[in-house]
C-alpha cells in the first residue's frame, strides 16, 4: 500500500470575498473538455452559500507519458464529487443591522444546526431568521475548527472509474482563510508553501498595473489557501503511481490560483447574477449522459 500525502499552503493577493468570486470565475472559465459530465445543486443559508458538484473527469492529458503506458485508458477516467461551503459577512444597507447566532443547537442525521437571525437594531425587530446546517460532522473533523472563521472551504473524494475504492482513494481537503494560521484536525503530512508567482514556468509576478514582486501583501492584502491531498493506491506493481499523481495536482493547484489572480480584471466587476450564468452555462454544457 503506498500513501501519498501532501499539504500545500498559498498566499494570494486577494480578500476573502475576492476569492469566492475568481475562483468561482477560474473554475468556470477553464472549465475544458477534460470534463464529460457536471451536476451542480447551491444551497444558500443567511451567511453561507453550500455548492455541491459532480464531475465526470478524463485526466489522461495530465498524467505523464510514464504513467499512461502502464495503466488502462479506463484508469484515467475519475468521479469527483465535491461540497464546498463559502460563509458570507452579511451586510446591509446602513449596517444597523446585526447578525445573530444563537447557541442553541440540533444534531439531525448527522448534521449540526443552529438558529440564526437577522436583526433590525433601529426597529428592535428581527426581520429574518432561520435554522442553518453546518458542515457535516466528518468534514468538520477533516478540516479543523472552523468556530468564528469566515472563509471558504471544500471537501473533495475521487472515484476511480476502473481501480475499485479499496485499491484506489483521493481526496482534497481545502480551507481559505484570512490568516497564515489554520492546521487540519488529525493530519500527519508534509507542509510545503507554493509561491503563485514563480512555482511554474510562466511566472506571474506583474499583471497589467498590478505588481506583486516583494510584500505585496501591505499593498493588496492576502489570503491563504489550505490544500491536504492524499492518494492511496493499494498495489504493490503500481504504487509510485500515487506520488505522480500527487505532482500533477500540485501543479493543478497552482495553475489555478494563478488564474485567479491572472484574471482579476475579467471577473471583479462582475455581479453575482453574472458568475451564476456563467456557471449555469457551464453546467448545460457538459451536463450530458457519460
Same mark, same amino acid.
Given at each position: ?7 500545500? +499552503? &498559498? ?7 475576492? $476569492? /469566492? ?20 445543486? /447551491?444551497? /444558500?443559508? &443567511?451567511? #453561507? ?10 485526466? #489522461? ?11 488502462? =485508458? ?39 444546526? /443552529? ?11 428581527? %426581520? =429574518? ?7 457535516? =460532522? ?7 475548527? @472552523? ?28 480551507? %481559505? ?13 508534509? +507542509? @510545503? ?29 492576502? +489570503? $491563504? ?6 492518494? @492511496?493506491?493499494? #498495489?504493490?506493481?503500481?504504487?509510485? &503511481? ?10 493543478? &493547484? ?14 471583479? @466587476? ?12 457551464? +453546467? ?7
Amino acid at each position: 500500500m503506498t500513501i501519498a500525502k501532501r499539504i500545500y +499552503v &498559498i498566499k494570494l493577493p486577494l480578500t476573502l470575498d475576492e $476569492y /469566492r468570486r475568481g475562483f468561482r470565475y477560474a473554475l468556470s472559465k477553464f472549465t475544458t473538455d477534460e470534463v464529460s459530465f457536471i451536476k451542480m445543486d /447551491r444551497q /444558500r443559508q &443567511i451567511d #453561507s452559500v453550500t455548492t455541491e458538484t459532480v464531475k465526470v473527469l478524463n485526466l #489522461s492529458k495530465r498524467m505523464p507519458y510514464m504513467v499512461r503506458k502502464v495503466i488502462p =485508458a479506463a484508469a484515467c477516467l475519475v468521479e469527483e464529487f465535491s461540497t464546498n461551503i463559502d460563509t458570507l459577512q452579511f451586510k446591509k444597507g446602513d449596517d444597523k443591522y446585526t447578525h445573530v447566532h444563537k447557541e442553541t443547537k440540533l444534531k439531525q442525521i448527522g448534521k449540526i444546526y /443552529r438558529s440564526e437571525e437577522i436583526v433590525d437594531e433601529l426597529n428592535t425587530q428581527v %426581520v =429574518a431568521e432561520s435554522a442553518v446546517a453546518v458542515e457535516p =460532522a466528518d468534514m468538520k473533523q477533516s478540516l479543523g475548527d @472552523e468556530s468564528g472563521i469566515i472563509g471558504h472551504y471544500t471537501k473533495t473524494t475521487y472515484k476511480n472509474r476502473h481501480f475499485d475504492e479499496k485499491t484506489f482513494k483521493m481526496r482534497i481537503d481545502t480551507k %481559505v482563510c484570512a490568516e497564515n494560521s489554520f492546521k487540519f484536525t488529525g493530519v500527519d503530512a508534509e +507542509v @510545503e508553501e507554493l509561491d503563485f508567482r514563480t512555482f511554474l514556468k510562466n511566472k506571474v509576478v506583474k499583471v497589467g498595473e498590478n505588481d506583486y514582486s516583494g510584500d505585496y501583501e501591505k499593498k493588496y492584502g492576502a +489570503v $491563504y489557501v489550505f490544500k491536504y491531498v492524499e492518494i @492511496e493506491l493499494n #498495489s504493490m506493481v503500481l504504487g509510485w &503511481i500515487a506520488k505522480e499523481i500527487l505532482k500533477v495536482l500540485r501543479n493543478n &493547484i497552482v495553475e489555478i490560483q494563478q488564474d485567479i489572480v491572472k484574471y482579476r480584471d475579467k471577473w471583479i @466587476e462582475m455581479s453575482e447574477e453574472e458568475l451564476e450564468k456563467m456557471e449555469k452555462d457551464v +453546467v448545460e454544457k457538459f451536463m450530458k449522459n457519460v
